[in-house]
Each structure stands twice: as C-alpha cells, then as structure tokens.
C-alpha cells in the first residue's frame, strides 16, 4: 500500500520472517511478510489454519521476536528492545483482546477490568475511577460486582475490550474476538470496536469470518507464510 510523506504510522513490517523448530526440522510460520499499519487503521487478518496469522498476531504484540525482518511499533525496532522493555511496551502500548476473554473467575468486572492497573502498580484512586469510566463504556455499568460465571459471553467480552483500554492504548490486538459469540451479540462487539477505532485507536483483528472482516477497512490475507493479498475497502 502506498502512502504519502505525511501518514503517521502505528506500525511496519518488513521482510519479516519467523522460524520454529520442531522435532529436529524447521518449520517457516512467517516468510517476508510486508505491509504498513497508518495510524487510525481498522485491519482484518484472514487465512486458513496453519497459514501465519497467529504468529504474525504475537509478534505484533511483543509476545514474541521474529527470526529475521523489522518491525517497528511507533518508531521503535522491536527486535532491538530488551525484554523489559517489550514487557513495558505491551503494557502501556498495546491493548489485548481474546476470543477465550482470559478473565479471572473469582474477580468482579470492576476488578477484572483492572487487573493490569494492578500488576503494574498503578492501581491509584484515579485509575479506578477511569475502569468505572470504561465499564460504562462498554455498557456494563450496572455489573460491576458480578462475576464471569454470571455473565453472558458478550458481556464477558467487552469486560475484556475494557481491561484492554484501562491503559489507554492507541493499539488493540483482537484475536478472534467473536469466535465464541452469536450473530447478534458478534454485531454488538463489532460496533462496539468500530466505535474505538473512529475514536482514532488502531486495531488488528484476526478472524476466520468473512462477513467479520467485512466490517474492517482492509483485510490480509495470508497462506502458507506469506501474504496473498491486501486489500482496503
């Protein structure tokens, strides 16, 4: 994709490569992928299993380093961060959202919302205020002290769309964030994320559903390692 000198970017990938060794043979997950992320964009990510979207999804994230290629997140060379520094940068940088919703059972909303306040230590009087700010965004305000269990999976989802904005990231991850949902409650997290991403964050969403990235402005497409297509609505 072509862009002009004065397009901000959240991210770019170059050439970049990711190799895992299995049983004594090396696998090629990722094979010079390539392509920019402009600041505000709305990406889906889409292939067939086994084609390298999980992968490309973890190193977007810092959750992992590539064998080979760049990429910069907001001007930094990942692979030249130290690994406080990757833990720092997805904390405070990037916000995770999972089609299992990884939320702890035994906590509320309120304090799932702020479990990464907490392991960061800025869980101070403003910063709750901020999670009861974002319960109300997502449209949970009256659960605050329900648990998970009493939760329906939609509702259990934007809990986890909120822990993912208590640190107020510019970049969100979705990983097959309506995987687990029904067609009505996946057009109520859709709306929900497009409301996010005209409020200028940028989001990267994979999914296996096409009428889900119908909805972004621009899907990938990979297979086998590499990127098929690219394509913005």
Request: charged share 25%; glycine share 8%; hydrophobic share 40%.
């Amino acid at each position: 994709m072509t862009l002009s000198a004065e397009t901000t970017l959240a991210a770019s990938v170059h050439e970049l490569c990711k190799d895992y060794v299995l049983s004594g043979e090396t696998v090629r997950a990722l094979r010079g992928v390539s392509f920019d992320v402009p600041q505000g964009d709305y990406i889906s990510i889409m292939g067939a299993s086994g084609s390298g979207k999980s992968t490309l999804l973890n190193l977007l994230g810092c959750l992992d380093r590539p064998t080979a290629g760049k990429y910069l997140l907001g001007g930094d060379d990942v692979a030249t961060l130290s690994d406080d520094r990757l833990a720092e940068t997805r904390a405070r940088r990037i916000g995770f959202v999972f089609q299992s919703y990884n939320l702890l059972p035994a906590l509320s909303v309120a304090e799932n919302i702020q479990v990464p306040l907490y392991y960061s230590g800025q869980l101070t009087v403003e910063a709750r205020e901020r999670c009861l700010e974002l319960a109300a965004l997502v449209g949970l305000e009256s659960r605050l002290r329900h648990r998970p269990a009493e939760l329906s999976g939609g509702q259990q989802q934007r809990v986890a769309i909120a822990r993912s904005l208590v640190n107020n990231p510019r970049f969100i991850l979705a990983d097959e964030p309506t995987g687990n949902l029904d067609s009505s409650t996946t057009a109520e997290i859709l709306e929900l994320l497009a409301t996010l991403n005209a409020e200028g964050r940028t989001i990267i969403l994979v999914t296996h559903e096409p009428d889900v990235a119908e909805h972004t402005k621009r899907t990938l497409v990979l297979r086998d390692g590499l990127l098929l297509s690219d394509k913005r609505r």
